[in-house]
């Protein structure tokens, strides 16, 4: 048995940031100094003792193979576009960008067995579109009338070829809600990851959010206008020209419940849509935000600027293209097991993913009898999971 074994640098990068895990102790606990350390992550090979692999391996929770297989193509960390505080940290974005790494690698391997539905977004816009403009072309484009309201936002965006994964890979402090990216040799394929939360409405946004930023900001590094993605999500959701018929006279947040309810999407987004399109004064949004931050739900004592009524109304939205392909391509159900032994990372991360995912509509046989009377024994319900 030889006493070295060849590593990539890659390899020892992602699993150390997707751990965060600082490069001191690390190197520290595996005999190593920083410097050391920081050489062996920009080396493309590197010839570790057999016995530091295994430390190295132990202390990272990853298989020793994952350390000797080729990487697949880096992700710059700066090409990430993100629905987050301004106040992220690096470390945070480079666990994101590792994990990102990490979706493309399952995504290619399942690709071996299984097709994903083809890129229907829109192209490269014009940099003089407006958010709304290229809101209304991807609804367009996804044969979305403006009438009706998307009952199904991460399914609608799957089936237009673009992956979604929701998973918390248990940073600590984390500040992002969601994150989107162009992979792939050609920047062909995006992505997006959303942390799971207990708020539909948020969801729904996040991802929207998202989808603005694939649209809008594609090809483009560093700092994104925020505000961009913003629009593009509200418009997205809640066309502007049934915006103006519905909106109310004197909006109040009693008169905008109908519209949540209806269109899916949150009074504070409602108010900055409304604002976006003329329909309500700047002093009248202030108050209704000083409304949002003052009412409180009496249940849990949270106001509503941070849980809005009827967050628990429906479950959030999950993915579920990722376990189709499992299913159809491989007939098995997926597992963190499956997923490891496919790509090599760590069998917790993989489970993060497949917890993230939605089972197969199922048949439930309908037990509980209703208000007016109990239905036949033989009528079922169909349920999205």
Not at 329 to 358: C, H, K, N, Y
């Amino acid at each position: 048995m030889a006493d070295t074994v060849s590593v990539y640098g890659h390899r020892v990068r992602q699993a150390r940031t997707i751990r965060h895990s600082p490069i001191k102790p690390l190197a520290g606990l595996l005999g190593m100094s920083p410097s050391a350390w920081s050489t062996l992550e920009r080396s493309a090979l590197y010839d570790m003792p057999r016995l530091r692999l295994r430390a190295l391996a132990q202390n990272l929770g990853f298989p020793e193979d994952f350390f000797s297989k080729e990487p697949g193509k880096a992700i710059h960390r700066g090409s990430l576009l993100f629905r987050s505080k301004k106040s992220i940290k690096m470390a945070e974005v480079d666990a994101l960008t590792s994990f990102a790494e990490m979706s493309y690698e399952l995504l290619e391997s399942l690709s071996e067995y299984a097709t994903h539905p083809p890129l229907r977004i829109p192209p490269r816009i014009a940099r003089d579109t407006s958010p709304e403009e290229a809101a209304r072309a991807t609804r367009a484009a996804l044969d979305l009338p403006d009438e009706d309201p998307i009952p199904h936002v991460i399914h609608t965006v799957e089936r237009a070829g673009i992956p979604v994964l929701m998973a918390d890979i248990a940073l600590p402090d984390a500040r992002h809600d969601a994150y989107s990216v162009w992979g792939g040799d050609f920047h062909e394929q995006p992505l997006i990851v959303a942390r799971p939360v207990n708020s539909w409405e948020r969801v729904r946004w996040s991802v929207a959010h998202e989808l603005g930023h694939l649209v809008l900001h594609r090809g483009t590094t560093g700092e994104v206008d925020e505000e961009e993605a913003n629009r593009f999500a509200n418009e997205f959701l809640y066309p502007s020209s049934v915006l103006r018929h519905e909106w109310p006279e004197a909006p109040t947040l009693t008169s905008l419940m109908p519209l949540k309810q209806r269109w899916q999407i949150s009074l504070a987004a409602l108010i900055k849509h409304g604002q976006n399109n003329h329909l309500i004064e700047d002093y009248r949004v202030s108050g209704l935000f000083k409304q949002l931050s003052a009412r409180r739900d009496p249940n849990t004592g949270v106001t509503w600027r941070v849980q809005e009524p009827g967050w628990a109304d429906q479950q959030p939205e999950r993915p579920r293209l990722i376990a189709a392909m499992t299913e159809r391509g491989m007939e098995r159900s997926p597992s963190g097991e499956l997923f490891s032994s496919l790509t090599g990372w760590a069998v917790d991360l993989m489970e993060t993913i497949v917890a993230g995912q939605r089972s197969a509509p199922v048949v439930e046989q309908i037990k509980a009898k209703q208000s007016k009377g109990s239905l036949p024994g033989n009528v079922i319900a169909l349920r999205r999971a």
